[in-house]
């Protein structure tokens, strides 16, 4: 049973555009929500999180959105650059449990 | 390097043979974790230590599967009689107890068992 869904395997987007990637989760309970991203031969590094009391926070060019009755993030990326291509994993938890990770989505930024 | 280190970074092995794998955290946390990675998946939970206390274990660690942190320091993920099923990224991970959903992650054991 997946708690935490990304849909989307890959998006493709133009740099200087905005990349929106989307996470849906099943949990109520879930205190925290984070992006990961992941470069090859790397493991993954934070990126930003948002507690579930906020619907949103914000960190230069990346935003994260939280509708809990939708139980649904996304991640906005603006503008996107070339250096933002990397897998984008979606995580979430309960206040000191493990966190659980979505299977990721690709992001292209063509040039 | 202040990061969390993580050895091997590739680990070829034959089937029935035992494998370890070493984590080294960062210095002032006292979580740490171990995720596994295949292909197409996000990171799966494995089990964390809270010092040297290992305070979960996922359903997914067999009992072929045992990890230590015997001093709240370093840690070690060995796995029995390996199978082909067994291979897999391997991810070490630290955190402060109070931000425990802020994960630093090392690049990973690379497991290929043949």
């Known amino acids: 049973d997946q708690q935490v869904k990304q849909n989307s395997p890959s998006l493709s987007v133009q740099e200087g555009r905005i990349s929106i990637l989307n996470c849906d989760y099943t949990?109520?309970?879930?205190?925290?929500f984070l992006w990961y991203k992941k470069y090859p031969a790397e493991g993954p590094t934070f990126l930003i999180s948002i507690s579930s009391i906020k619907d949103k926070n914000e960190d230069g060019r990346f935003t994260v959105f939280l509708n809990k009755s939708a139980k649904h993030l996304s991640l906005h990326i603006v503008p996107s650059q070339p250096g933002d291509s990397a897998v984008y994993f979606c995580?979430?938890?309960?206040?000191?449990?493990?966190?659980?990770f979505g299977k990721g989505t690709t992001l292209s930024v063509s040039s | 390097d202040t990061g969390v280190s993580q050895d091997p970074r590739h680990k070829i092995t034959k089937r029935g043979q035992n494998v370890t794998f070493r984590c080294d955290p960062i210095s002032e946390h006292n979580r740490l974790y171990w995720y596994r990675q295949t292909l197409g998946q996000g990171p799966e939970f494995l089990t964390y230590f809270q010092n040297e206390a290992q305070l979960e274990k996922s359903r997914l660690l067999s009992d072929r599967f045992s990890a230590e942190r015997p001093k709240g320091s370093f840690s070690t993920l060995e796995i029995q009689r390996t199978e082909q099923g067994d291979s897999a990224m391997y991810l070490c991970a630290s955190s402060l107890p109070t931000e425990t959903e802020k994960l630093f992650f090392g690049s990973g054991t690379q497991l290929s068992v043949l």
């Open positions: 995580a979430a938890n309960q206040a000191g449990t493990a966190l659980i």
């Open positions: 949990n109520s309970m879930f205190d925290y």
